[in-house]
């Protein structure tokens, strides 16, 4: 964070085309993208830039595979590489390795593309795009940008997060979790804000198909209130759960939000043919891009676990698998399994391709099921949860007498729903102080139950070592 100047210039220069066919190639961008008054092929290639950026976090091991080893839910066994295991379940994560020091500077790559978008925005030439277009693509980053703030903090928590300022010569302090909770809201509610002022307009450029293939069209503005407000909502939810300060109404907010977010539906109306419905981050296989999924890896299994804690009955089951791919049973480290996650078994197209969800809206029904229940709307809580249970076979529950009951039975459905998909299983775990010792049980002798990833060395070092956490 020392050397801010270098992201930006990454941030500018990094600008990897995304999926859509016929859009020109978008690897360097044009001289009107980054001198003078921004025109509407600047503007495509910046924000193209900054959703390839924020792919490239995703696409990281630290990211998409190490907090589920955390939760429990999977092993990567290499037994050339010992430290997937051993700097997960059998020791801390080195911070000057890439377990330790991964999904950091990918992050801040993307906020600060996306500030300086946003910093160029308002003198956008008029001829090229409209006020409602440019209120539009502002909505659109603002709310990327937010995105990319909850992504990190996903993976370090109480750690500690840098907010960047657009001073890039000043060394900000490492925020506290409450801090950078309340920033991304605000950031949140700002880019609603600008979407409401764009109203009926759509984005002034093509959105990679991840944004508009899967049942809703990100590109109107309309939509992307959606999108914006489900991650409101999900963030309040856990702005509700701090352990220390958490936030006054956020429950009573999310309900709103996710609500918004899922169309107004009431609570037990969302069908289940709209579950995938939502935004995406798609892979490509071959050619220039080639940033497959990480998942479409071979060395990547279940923890058995995970499969025996299914529920009888439960067709989630088919997202685990016997593997197939040699070695037919992965086993060094102490660790063994056989079985391995539905889109992992072998490195084959339709793995390496498989797109990985933003926000879908079966997240957001679990979601407001959990607010619905953190408010004590039991009955409400329960009609989302069943609405989702149920689809997979399962009978509905009663409505629960008590929050623990609650909790048991939604934390059940979030994490067949939502298996492999992201950190959701890890944030709910240290929401809920359920990853630890004496509760947790331990997978190998040494386990630390690791919760969060450190500050990488890097970092550290330009900050003399010293790490405070600041609250202020």
């Known amino acids: 964070m020392k050397k801010v100047t270098l992201a930006l210039a990454a941030s500018l220069a990094l600008v990897a085309g995304c999926d859509t066919p016929n859009v020109t190639n978008e690897n360097a961008p044009t001289v009107d993208a980054l001198q003078g008054a921004l025109t509407q092929a600047g503007v495509k290639t910046l924000a193209l830039g900054v959703l390839a950026s924020d792919r490239n976090l995703v696409s990281g091991f630290s990211y998409a595979?190490?907090?589920?080893?955390?939760?429990?839910?999977?092993y990567r066994i290499d037994s050339n590489e010992p430290r997937y295991v051993n700097e997960t379940l059998n020791g801390t994560p080195d911070p000057?390795?890439?377990?330790?020091?991964?999904?950091?500077?990918?992050?801040?790559?993307?906020?600060?593309?996306?500030?300086?978008?946003?910093?160029?925005?308002?003198?956008a030439d008029k001829n090229s795009i409209s006020d409602a277009q440019r209120n539009a693509t502002a909505g659109l980053i603002q709310t990327i940008k937010a995105l990319e703030y909850y992504r990190l903090l996903e993976l370090r928590d109480t750690i500690g997060v840098v907010l960047q300022t657009s001073d890039?010569?000043?060394?900000?302090?490492?925020?506290?979790?409450?801090?950078?909770?309340?920033?991304?809201?605000?950031?949140?509610?700002?880019?609603?804000?600008?979407?409401?002022?764009?109203g009926t307009a759509s984005l002034p450029f093509t959105l990679p198909t991840g944004f508009t293939a899967y049942g809703r069209n990100y590109s109107s503005a309309a939509n992307l209130v959606k999108l914006n407000r489900g991650l409101k909502g999900k963030v309040d939810v856990y702005r509700g759960?701090?352990?220390?300060?958490?936030?006054s109404g956020a429950f009573t907010a999310a309900i709103a939000e996710l609500t918004q977010a899922l169309g107004g539906a009431a609570a037990g109306a969302v069908s289940p043919t709209t579950y995938a419905n939502g935004a995406y981050v798609t892979f490509v296989s071959g050619g220039t891009e080639n940033t497959p999924n990480p998942l479409s890896d071979s060395k990547i299994g279940v923890n058995p676990k995970a499969q025996a804690a299914l529920q009888a009955g439960d067709t989630r089951a088919s997202k685990i698998m016997t593997r197939t791919a040699a070695p037919v049973t992965l086993s060094g480290s102490g660790l063994t399994t056989n079985l391995t996650f539905i889109g992992s078994n072998?490195?084959?197209?339709?793995?390496?391709?498989?797109?990985?969800?933003?926000?879908?809206d079966e997240e957001a029904v679990l979601l407001r099921a959990q607010a619905y229940f953190e408010a004590g709307q039991f009955a409400n809580g329960a009609a989302d949860l069943n609405s989702v249970r149920t689809s997979y076979g399962l009978a509905a529950i009663a409505v629960p007498a008590d929050i623990t009951t609650a909790r048991t039975a939604l934390l059940y459905e979030k994490r067949y729903s939502l298996f492999f998909e992201g950190p959701q299983r890890l944030v709910d775990l240290r929401a809920y102080g359920l990853l630890k010792a004496g509760i947790t049980p331990a997978e190998l002798p040494g386990d630390p139950f690791n919760t969060a990833l450190p500050i990488p060395k890097a970092e550290s070092d330009a900050r003399g070592g010293v790490l405070t956490v600041s609250c202020q």
Request: glycine share 10%.
């Open 241 to 247: 759960l701090q352990h220390t300060s958490p936030t």
């Open 168 to 198: 890039v010569t000043f060394v900000p302090p490492l925020s506290c979790k409450k801090n950078v909770l309340d920033a991304i809201a605000n950031l949140l509610d700002s880019a609603n804000t600008s979407l409401a002022a764009a």
């Open 96 to 123: 000057g390795s890439f377990s330790g020091s991964g999904g950091y500077g990918a992050g801040y790559t993307t906020v600060r593309a996306a500030t300086t978008l946003l910093d160029a925005l308002p003198g």
């Open 65 to 74: 595979v190490e907090p589920g080893i955390f939760a429990r839910d999977g």
């Open 346 to 360: 072998t490195a084959v197209a339709a793995n390496q391709t498989r797109p990985s969800a933003i926000l879908r």
